[in-house]
């Protein structure tokens, strides 16, 4: 579908009940400027505080602008709007292609990465989790720090004192659940299971905020201003509303029998229905609302892109279920043959020949559980990146079926037989592959972009400091 884009433009103008010197204080402490950019600002001008952004985070910016008293409009870009998106999941240009690729290339080892997991691990015991904050961090900064494009290289920011305060926050807020819900107080109950409800949303939307705001490349962060109300939506509200209607049409269907049969029609509906909806709004939620510098990712896919995905999903699932049944049967057939001999009597020699085959039947099984994720895993990926861009500049995924599910098949095999001392390599196999099949089509100067994005996140000024993280 076709998205508009809009400039968000200031003339100095405050609102009515505030006064003008009390609103340039709030500029300045919101937006950390000087007194000098503040007064370049009010000086009656037109200035541009956002360019290019899609309608619904532009209006959540303005309503943030009302709240500290600045009285802003809304124009249409002259970067025009975003190409709808095809079938395929790639965007389409509407011209002739002059794009030029980036590629994202992954320099870690695991070697090198194994050294450093293996200390986060035992000082995390050793330190009883309190050094699980940092352990986030020293990863993200090896993983980050040998992810290049063009030349350069991503970093990460966070402070790790940050983020144990947040792991603080959410233990004792798990903790003030158990106490409240074991309570014979129905009140204190209901009170813990609205925290738990509201908690969700919180928490997912401070991560995804944390983890952007701390990320750079070429000196310039990315951001995140999803608010908590379209996260209590999206993360609270579809769910809540799937169970009212499971729960509405099974006391309706209660009316008539007492049959719970009938109740498969419904929880279908909402399972093939519902589930790829959500995935949908999670997935704009997080592209539509990131930023690079001062401007918004748009996101291009459409829910039926999902549904389509999920179908696949369900239908793959279904073929795996049936091939693990059959998997199933056939290993007990084994296992009954086996302890039996030819005489009737019972055959330890026998069990020892058909435990390959009992091992063999136990991996199909295996294969049967991995197969539906590796398949959503390479479609959603190429989903969302191929229909994510941010102005003139486009993500482009192409995982494969086969190289992608050889990948994960052969990393959970040595995860296993290793008892988990593989993991660090197996992260550090998939960040490869997944820069390898990910690059970014630029059909503008890049470096020009990003001089120019500099400039303008320096007029503006830096966001506060987030006091915790996730």
């Given at each position: 579908m076709t998205q508009a884009l809009f400039d968000v433009v200031f003339h100095g103008e405050v609102l009515a009940g505030f006064s003008r010197d009390e609103v340039k204080q709030a500029f300045a402490r919101s937006f950390k400027l000087s007194d000098s950019k503040v007064e370049q600002i009010f000086s009656g001008n037109c200035y541009c505080l956002r360019a290019a952004q899609e309608e619904m985070p532009a209006r959540d910016y303005l309503r943030r602008l009302e709240r500290l008293g600045a009285r802003a409009d809304l124009e249409p870009s002259p970067a025009g709007v975003v190409a709808p998106a095809l079938d395929s999941g790639v965007i389409a240009t509407g011209e002739p292609s002059t794009e030029q690729a980036h590629g994202f290339c992954f320099h870690g080892s695991g070697g090198e990465y194994?050294?450093?997991?293996?200390?986060?691990?035992?000082?995390?015991?050793?330190?009883?989790?309190?050094?699980?904050?940092?352990a986030k961090v020293r990863t993200r900064q090896y993983f980050y720090g040998n992810t290049e494009l063009d030349g350069s290289r991503f970093t990460y920011?966070?402070?790790?004192?940050?983020?144990?305060?947040?792991?603080?926050?959410?233990?004792?807020?798990?903790?003030?659940?158990v106490v409240g819900t074991s309570t014979p107080l129905w009140w204190?109950?209901?009170?813990?299971?609205?925290?738990?409800?509201?908690?969700?949303?919180?928490?997912?939307?401070?991560?995804?905020?944390?983890?952007?705001?701390?990320?750079?490349?070429?000196?310039?962060?990315?951001?995140?201003?999803?608010?908590?109300?379209?996260?209590?939506?999206?993360?609270?509200?579809?769910?809540?509303?799937?169970?009212?209607?499971?729960?509405?049409?099974?006391?309706?269907?209660?009316?008539?029998?007492?049959?719970?049969?009938?109740?498969?029609?419904?929880?279908?509906?909402?399972?093939?229905?519902?589930?790829?909806?959500?995935?949908?709004?999670?997935?704009?939620?997080?592209?539509?609302?990131?930023?690079?510098?001062?401007?918004?990712?748009?996101?291009?896919?459409?829910?039926?892109?999902?549904?389509?995905l999920w179908l696949k999903?369900?239908?793959?699932?279904?073929?795996?279920?049936?091939?693990?049944?059959?998997?199933?049967?056939?290993?007990?057939?084994?296992?009954?043959?086996?302890?039996?001999?030819?005489?009737?009597?019972?055959?330890?020699?026998?069990?020892?020949?058909?435990?390959?085959?009992?091992?063999?039947?136990y991996a199909v099984m295996g294969l049967c559980y991995l197969l539906p994720l590796i398949c959503f895993s390479v479609g959603a990926n190429n989903l969302v990146y191929n229909n994510t861009r941010l102005g003139d500049f486009r993500l482009q995924a192409n995982y494969e079926l086969g190289s992608y599910g050889k990948l994960v098949l052969v990393n959970v095999l040595l995860t296993l037989l290793s008892l988990g001392l593989y993991r660090p390599f197996a992260m550090v196999r998939t960040a490869r592959y997944r820069a390898a099949h990910t690059r970014l089509l630029a059909a503008a100067s890049l470096a020009a972009f990003v001089a120019r994005e500099q400039e303008q996140v320096g007029a503006q000024g830096e966001f506060h400091e987030l006091d915790f993280g996730v």
């Open positions: 194994f050294r450093i997991w293996i200390v986060n691990i035992l000082l995390t015991i050793a330190t009883l989790g309190i050094y699980s904050a940092w920011l966070a402070n790790p004192v940050a983020i144990l305060k947040g792991r603080v926050l959410a233990l004792a807020l798990v903790v003030a659940y204190v109950s209901a009170l813990a299971v609205l925290m738990a409800i509201l908690m969700i949303p919180f928490f997912v939307q401070r991560a995804l905020t944390f983890n952007a705001r701390y990320s750079e490349w070429r000196n310039l962060r990315f951001d995140f201003d999803g608010s908590f109300r379209i996260a209590m939506l999206i993360f609270t509200g579809l769910p809540l509303s799937a169970l009212i209607l499971i729960g509405v049409t099974a006391e309706t269907i209660n009316l008539w029998t007492t049959s719970v049969g009938w109740l498969v029609a419904p929880m279908l509906l909402v399972l093939v229905m519902g589930v790829p909806y959500f995935l949908y709004r999670q997935n704009r939620y997080w592209v539509s609302h990131s930023m690079y510098g001062s401007r918004h990712f748009q996101f291009g896919a459409d829910s039926s892109q999902f549904l389509r999903l369900l239908l793959c699932a279904a073929a795996a279920a049936l091939l693990a049944g059959l998997a199933l049967a056939l290993k007990g057939a084994l296992t009954a043959t086996s302890m039996v001999g030819p005489g009737g009597e019972d055959s330890s020699a026998g069990t020892v020949l058909v435990l390959p085959l009992v091992l063999l039947v």
